[in-house]
């Protein structure tokens, strides 16, 4: 079966596989109608268990928004944090058996809200000054709910590889991770699966061999944490690998654990020889799997199945989503035949935690370092003169993302060599969230992290004039083209060609149009520099985030460029600081309006 990529909602809509019902312990099949003077056949023996799947918790522990300081809300109505799914998972325990269900989560855990960089930078958990670090809330979490065992996602190197050896110790289940091998000896830099038993009382126990697979973009995306300590191989190679080992061991059952998408793409287009969302491609090239839980893309796929072209057998997917919005639920039924355990159902739903309480135990575990970190984004570190909002930063020239341009290129000026100094400087960033919000009067913590909310640090790389208008056509794909004479909406005009808005750079230190009228690769207008046409050889400093730099969301050119500067310092704490050393945050400072959306030559607003 060879599949195409697909439109994220097209998962959502796949019906559930189809297969025998969950059948109750202990229960034995009925016995055929025999011939007279037959012996009757033995009934084979049948039993249940199921596999819960989280994914991209990113470090949500509780219902909580550190950014808005309030208990989080979205229009759908939803939930995050591990505290609710925990409930959820007692309550499949309990319906089904303590020792009928295993958990497992498909990676992104140490990275993504202001509770993941407290125990990250503020008080590490590699500890300070010789002193020893604290706990990881998410390993205090996941050991109390009694996870069997994680994939490694991308997010995970964010903080570099000593914290995620620290927080690995911390865990009492493993970080699997087939892909992720030493970048000298090419053996596995974690362990690559591990095998679980289901006890079945008078029977053999079913063997569940899980293989963990992480995401090759590691590679692009955390350069500097990884380049000459490790390597990420594709995930097909490496199940190729493992798979037929998990079945050599007698498993009877092999379930994977993929932090990677289901729709054979890859964000950034060729730097890279192996695939980033390669689940689908895992299921259908890689005999003898049964099912794979999904993460990374953050997208809820409560069913899907993929043919096998070699063997012709469904291996069945889910992905729940993230941040703890949903559960992944795979529930698989199984016959014993000649001592031989064989899967002869399996299902998959995804279930929502919104309507059931967080967990006491969990809330009893972690409120302390909760309510520190609560105190912590509540910090005031400056005043604002005016109100700086982000909602329509996907198609303005905001000064709210001004203020992210004028700290990349002080930070980045600072840097310069002398040579380097001469070359004219400019900045390129994404609008994060649409929600941001910086209030006139008193500045906090996390109402800069609320427009910052990635960990992203900070380079300077050179590119010409040509490779500049190439990088703004590319970010000018996020348009829909919407023809001269026609209404532009803002609800229909972004998002285009699925380029999320973190992918979407706008350019500081150019002018420059944006003519949504015309097609992709012809859109960008009037580039100059200080009054002056930008040539095609004028050589430029593009203050630009880690991410992007090394080739995150696909950008020509910008991950080969020569680098001027590098700084490990997060663009967020950059951020905090500037406020926190001038006092004030004054758009006079900083707003200038260098671009624009143009229908046809003629301003769109």
């Not at 109505?77 to 007692?90: E, M, P």
């Not at 798979?243 to 654990?257: K, M, N, Q, W, Y």
Request: proline residues 5%; contains cysteine.
């Amino acid at each position: 079966m060879s599949l195409s990529p697909m439109n994220r909602r097209d998962f959502v809509k796949k019906s559930a596989v189809t297969g025998a019902a969950v059948a109750a312990a202990g229960t034995v099949a009925a016995a055929p109608a025999q011939a007279a003077g037959q012996q009757p056949e033995k009934t084979p023996r049948t039993w249940s268990f199921s596999i819960l799947g989280t994914t991209d918790l990113h470090s949500h522990v509780f219902d909580w928004d550190y950014y808005k300081d309030a208990a989080y809300t979205d229009k759908a109505g939803n939930s995050v944090g591990v505290a609710r799914v925990a409930t959820l998972i007692k309550q499949q325990r309990e319906a089904k058996g303590e020792h009928r269900v295993l958990l497992v989560d498909a990676g992104d855990i140490i990275q993504g809200t202001s509770l993941a960089y407290y125990f990250a930078r503020v008080d590490p958990i590699t500890g300070t000054d010789g002193k020893r670090g604290p706990r990881h809330p998410m390993a205090v979490a996941m050991n109390a709910m009694r996870y069997d065992a994680a994939a490694l996602g991308n997010h995970e190197f964010n903080y570099g590889i000593d914290t995620l050896r620290k927080f690995e110790s911390q865990c009492h289940f493993p970080l699997l991770g087939a892909n992720a091998l030493d970048a000298k000896t090419l053996r596995p830099a974690f362990q690559p699966y591990t095998v679980k038993r289901i006890c079945v009382p008078g029977a053999p126990d079913i063997k569940v061999g899980i293989l963990g697979l992480t995401n090759p973009g590691i590679a692009l995306w955390d350069k500097d944490n990884v380049s000459g300590k490790m390597v990420f191989p594709g995930l097909v190679e490496q199940a190729k690998k493992y798979v037929p080992r998990l079945r050599a061991l007698g498993c009877d059952v092999v379930f994977l654990t993929d932090h990677s998408g289901l729709d054979g793409s890859s964000s950034y287009g060729d730097e890279l020889p192996y695939v980033e969302n390669a689940s689908n491609l895992v299921a259908q090239q890689v005999p003898g799997i049964d099912a794979i839980l999904v993460g990374h893309t953050h997208v809820e796929v409560p069913s899907y199945t993929v043919k096998n072209e070699e063997t012709g057998e469904d291996v069945l997917l889910s992905e729940p989503y993230c941040w703890g919005y949903r559960l992944s639920v795979f529930d698989f039924e199984l016959e014993l035949h000649h001592g031989q355990w064989k899967v002869t159902g399996k299902t998959a739903q995804t279930l929502n935690p919104n309507t059931v309480d967080e967990d006491p135990e969990i809330k009893k575990l972690l409120e302390a370092d909760h309510e520190l970190v609560v105190k912590y984004v509540n910090t005031a570190v400056g005043t604002c003169t005016a109100d700086l909002s982000a909602a329509e930063s996907c198609w303005k020239d905001v000064p709210i993302m001004d203020f992210i341009h004028k700290v990349q290129m002080d930070s980045v000026k600072a840097g310069l060599s002398t040579a380097d100094a001469a070359l004219p400087l400019i900045s390129v960033a994404a609008p994060f969230s649409r929600t941001a919000d910086i209030p006139q009067g008193s500045v906090t913590i996390k109402d800069i992290a609320g427009l910052y909310i990635y960990d992203n640090t900070l380079y300077g790389k050179k590119l010409t004039g040509a490779q500049l208008k190439e990088y703004l056509e590319y970010g000018a794909k996020y348009y829909y083209q919407v023809p001269a004479g026609t209404k532009v909406d803002t609800a229909t005009l972004t998002n285009a060609n699925k380029f999320w808005d973190y992918m979407y750079d706008t350019a500081a230190g150019v002018d420059y149009e944006i003519d949504i009228a015309q097609a992709e690769g012809s859109r960008i207008k009037n580039l100059s520099y200080n009054g002056a046409p930008v040539a095609d050889d004028q050589v430029f400093v593009v203050a630009v985030n880690n991410y992007r730099a090394n080739g995150g969301s696909g950008y020509p050119h910008i991950a080969s460029a020569p680098i001027a500067y590098s700084s490990t310092n997060e663009i967020r704490q950059l951020m905090i600081d500037y406020v926190t050393a001038k006092k004030t945050l004054d758009p006079a400072d900083f707003a200038v309006t260098n671009w624009k959306l143009t229908q046809a030559g003629t301003p769109v607003f």
